[in-house]
């Protein structure tokens, strides 16, 4: 019998709104969209700086054009409406968690790229001068996340197969 992915979905609800919510401070708030270059150092080893993210992963795949945003978009979509498709698909509830994970993060970021025409990136994790990372957001880290849970899952976790009922040594 199917579950209904609950976790799933309030997972996905949750990030969403955190990611929505973090980027309107950023922007709205803090105004750091319109304060070129200034950044807020939170911590000696994260700040927050506002960049205008108009690629996806790791920058790439820049959208130069609206014709190359709105296909980003699509695809993204595409992607998002898979994740949903499997989150209702999968059974195990520590899947269902970390694939809502990657649709609240995916949508947060799809919502960004049509509404502004870039993905707003703010957090800043850096060593002095050294930053091992590019400037993401929340909705970066979920996907992160949600994708390592599925991968180790997948490679170090083995669900096991139920029993298989004999019929034939008369057990049924």
Known sequence: M?????IGLAAAAIVFLLDQATKFIVTDV???DVLAGRTIEL??????RFV????????LLTAGSDGARWALVALTSAIAAGV?????????????????LVLGGALGNIIDRARLGYV????????????PFLVFNLADAAI???VLVLL?????????????????????
């Not at 199917?2 to 609950?6: D, E, G, I, R």
């Not at 180790?152 to 004999?166: F, T």
């Open 84 to 100: 949903l498709v499997w989150l209702f698909r999968e059974r195990n509830r520590q899947d269902q968690l970390a694939l809502g």
């Open 152 to 172: 180790v899952r997948a490679i170090l976790v083995r669900d096991r197969p139920a029993a298989k009922v004999s019929v034939e040594n008369g057990n049924a």
């Open 120 to 131: 707003v990136d703010f957090a800043d994790l850096h060593f002095g001068e050294w930053s």
């Open 43 to 48: 911590l000696p080893v994260f700040r927050i």
């Open 144 to 146: 992160t996340i949600g």
């Open 30 to 32: 803090l105004g750091l």
């Open 2 to 6: 199917k579950q209904f992915p609950l």
């Open 52 to 59: 205008a993210n108009e690629g996806v992963s790791l920058g």
